[in-house]
């Protein structure tokens, strides 16, 4: 005959129930989506409450829609491009090189944070032709503060100070491993603020091999229409920039008020979803604001 004791018995918080609906459609919705891009996108290593890990989830590839416009453009007007390396420089998890993977011959990704490298490493094993470096670049060899964001991890950014540092990072100049490279054709730099100094010290590569460089700057580092970094790039041959555009059907409205308004009536009371569109805009000057996008176009290329 058997038998049944309880032995143990522990309360669960009570959740809002509207709370409770909500958590489990997003799950549902996620897992629905998760076997929707299996099959289609590489199976990544991604860090838990991440920002980048959570796009990766829902889209399969972090800034997706921005690399598909760019890739388009630049196969369209620039397809020699596709024959060289390209230079991931602030690889984090290795989203963008395992994008680039797909177009250039060889990708090389530099991630100074040794616990990204680590799962950049990992994800790299995706594709054959990755390398990777576990340094990031500056204009001299050095060892500086680094502050990492726990929700965003590609926010985290050199510090000046030893007592906002969280770990610290090796950086070391590109031309010291690479100046003798004729077949680099792409950069891409995201360093969060550190762009100058990393581009500096690549002007031996830069000079060279005349790359197209896709690049950050923050709107603290924009004055009178330029930068440092712009400027620093213009002294190394660089005449011709370009920025990418993201428009939605809310720019046809003067004021943030109206956008919002007419934001919030489309996608909440209509259910219906505002389009969305990104541009390649050539430009030689550029507002004071975060500008996600730059991209500097050699002459040989022939863009004006």
Same mark, same amino acid.
């Given at each position: 005959?058997?038998?049944?004791?309880?032995?143990?018995?522990?309360?669960?918080?009570?959740?809002?129930?509207r709370?409770?609906?909500?958590?489990?459609?997003?799950?549902?919705?996620?897992?629905?989506?998760?076997?929707?891009l299996?099959?289609k996108?590489?199976?990544?290593?991604?860090?838990?409450?991440?920002?980048?890990?959570?796009a990766?989830?829902?889209?399969?590839?972090?800034e997706?829609d921005?690399?598909?416009?760019?890739?388009?453009?630049?196969?369209q007007?620039?397809p020699?491009l596709?024959t060289?390396?390209?230079?991931?420089?602030?690889?984090n998890i290795?989203?963008?090189?395992?994008?680039?993977?797909?177009?250039?011959?060889?990708?090389?990704?530099?991630?100074?944070?040794?616990?990204?490298?680590a799962?950049?490493?990992?994800?790299?094993?995706?594709?054959?032709?990755?390398?990777?470096?576990?340094?990031?670049?500056s204009?001299?060899?050095?060892?500086l503060?680094f502050?990492?964001n726990?929700?965003?991890?590609?926010?985290s950014h050199?510090?000046?100070?030893?007592d906002?540092?969280?770990?610290?990072?090796?950086?070391?100049p590109l031309?010291a491993?690479f100046?003798? *490279? &004729?077949?680099? %054709?792409?950069?891409?730099?995201?360093?969060?603020?550190?762009? !100058?100094?990393?581009?500096? +010290?690549? /002007?031996?590569?830069?000079?060279?091999?005349?790359?197209?460089?896709?690049?950050?700057?923050?709107?603290?580092?924009?004055?009178?229409?330029?930068?440092a970094?712009?400027e620093?790039?213009?002294?190394?041959?660089?005449?011709t920039?370009?920025?990418?555009?993201?428009?939605?059907d809310r *720019? &046809?409205?003067? %004021?943030?008020?109206?956008?919002?308004?007419?934001?919030?009536? !489309?996608n909440?009371?209509r +259910?219906? /979803?505002?389009?969305?569109?990104?541009?390649?805009?050539?430009?030689?000057?550029?507002?004071?604001?975060?500008?996600?996008?730059?991209?500097?176009?050699?002459?040989?290329?022939?863009?004006?």
């Amino acid at each position: 005959m058997s038998s049944s004791r309880e032995v143990f018995r522990r309360q669960l918080d009570q959740k809002d129930p509207r709370r409770h609906r909500k958590d489990t459609h997003a799950e549902d919705h996620l897992n629905a989506t998760s076997t929707e891009l299996a099959g289609k996108h590489r199976p990544m290593a991604i860090f838990a409450f991440d920002h980048i890990g959570h796009a990766i989830n829902v889209h399969g590839t972090y800034e997706k829609d921005e690399l598909e416009t760019l890739f388009a453009w630049l196969h369209q007007a620039a397809p020699s491009l596709f024959t060289g390396t390209a230079l991931d420089i602030g690889a984090n998890i290795g989203n963008h090189a395992l994008f680039f993977a797909d177009h250039f011959r060889d990708v090389i990704a530099f991630e100074p944070n040794p616990r990204v490298f680590a799962l950049l490493r990992l994800n790299a094993e995706l594709a054959p032709n990755i390398s990777c470096r576990d340094y990031g670049l500056s204009v001299q060899e050095q060892q500086l503060g680094f502050r990492i964001n726990p929700s965003n991890i590609g926010a985290s950014h050199i510090v000046s100070h030893a007592d906002e540092a969280t770990t610290t990072i090796h950086l070391r100049p590109l031309d010291a491993e690479f100046a003798a *490279r &004729r077949d680099i %054709t792409f950069m891409k730099v995201d360093v969060e603020g550190h762009e !100058f100094e990393a581009l500096s +010290g690549a /002007r031996q590569v830069i000079a060279s091999n005349q790359p197209v460089i896709f690049f950050e700057q923050q709107e603290s580092e924009i004055e009178n229409g330029t930068s440092a970094t712009i400027e620093l790039l213009r002294s190394l041959g660089y005449r011709t920039f370009a920025m990418m555009v993201r428009e939605t059907d809310r *720019r &046809r409205f003067k %004021t943030r008020l109206a956008r919002n308004l007419y934001r919030i009536y !489309f996608n909440t009371v209509r +259910g219906w /979803r505002e389009k969305i569109q990104y541009a390649i805009v050539l430009t030689d000057h550029f507002d004071k604001r975060f500008h996600p996008g730059v991209i500097a176009l050699p002459d040989h290329l022939g863009i004006r």
